[in-house]
């Protein structure tokens, strides 16, 4: 089980694009690994489409997108062609890579099996949904696990990644349902002093404990 600041584990695995050891098909682009339950079905293929759509989203921000699950590199091959029917997907290439783990090697070491959804095939559990957010220098920054009712929001995945770009640039923090270009928090480690030397439209809300702490600026307009 890999902790949120923590190397993320490199790895060598097989995908439908061939086979990638995961720090060196990284680089230096951010990245996110997530696992779907099973192929050939309904809630993982509204997923993966919805993935594919987002994908000039995840390019601008300088993110890598690979996909698990405990299918083979042939069953995703040909789940694909239902993923690009249901998402409407022309591109003849599908656009990021999906990591076979038929062993569940990769899904155990990483936390990402739900033992409540059993494979009725080999009677093993599959892969949870799983959502990793990796930075440039490997760290592990995000981890969610989800369900298998239960689809995820590839919208807040994007919000969460423009939040951690952000943040590592200044010393600011996203407030709740922040959305990029919304007004940010300055960091409570910056003195109003340094705040005031950085900032020009401080807002700060009075609060019943006479503390400071709620200091509200424009995001920078330059991130």
Not at 28 to 35: A, E, Q
Not at 137 to 145: F, G, H
Not at 150 to 171: A, M, P, W
Request: hydrophobic share 40%.
């Amino acid at each position: 089980m890999v902790l949120l600041g923590e190397i993320f584990p490199d790895f060598t695995a097989d995908t439908q694009l061939g086979t990638i050891k995961l720090h060196e098909w990284l680089g230096d682009s951010w990245g996110i690994l997530f696992s779907h339950p099973n192929d050939f079905t309904p809630v993982c293929t509204t997923e993966l489409a919805r993935v594919a759509k987002l994908m000039p989203e995840f390019k601008r921000l300088g993110v890598k997108v690979i996909a698990l699950s405990c299918n083979s590199v042939e069953s995703h091959r040909k789940w694909i062609k239902d993923i690009q029917s249901y998402g409407e997907i022309t591109d003849e290439e599908f656009p990021y890579p999906i990591i076979e783990d038929q062993t569940r090697k990769l899904a155990t070491s990483l936390g990402m099996l739900d033992p409540a959804e059993i494979d009725n095939r080999t009677g093993l559990p599959m892969s949870a949904r799983a959502v990793f957010i990796i930075d440039p220098v490997k760290k592990m920054r995000l981890s969610i696990l989800y369900p298998a009712t239960t689809g995820r929001n590839f919208d807040e995945i994007i919000r969460v990644i423009e939040s951690l770009q952000l943040t590592e640039k200044y010393k600011v923090a996203t407030p709740v349902d922040w959305k990029k270009g919304g007004d940010v928090m300055i960091d409570p480690s910056v003195s109003d002093s340094e705040a005031k030397a950085s900032y020009n439209d401080i807002k700060t809300v009075m609060l019943p404990s006479g503390k400071t702490y709620l200091r509200i600026v424009p995001q920078p307009i330059d991130a």
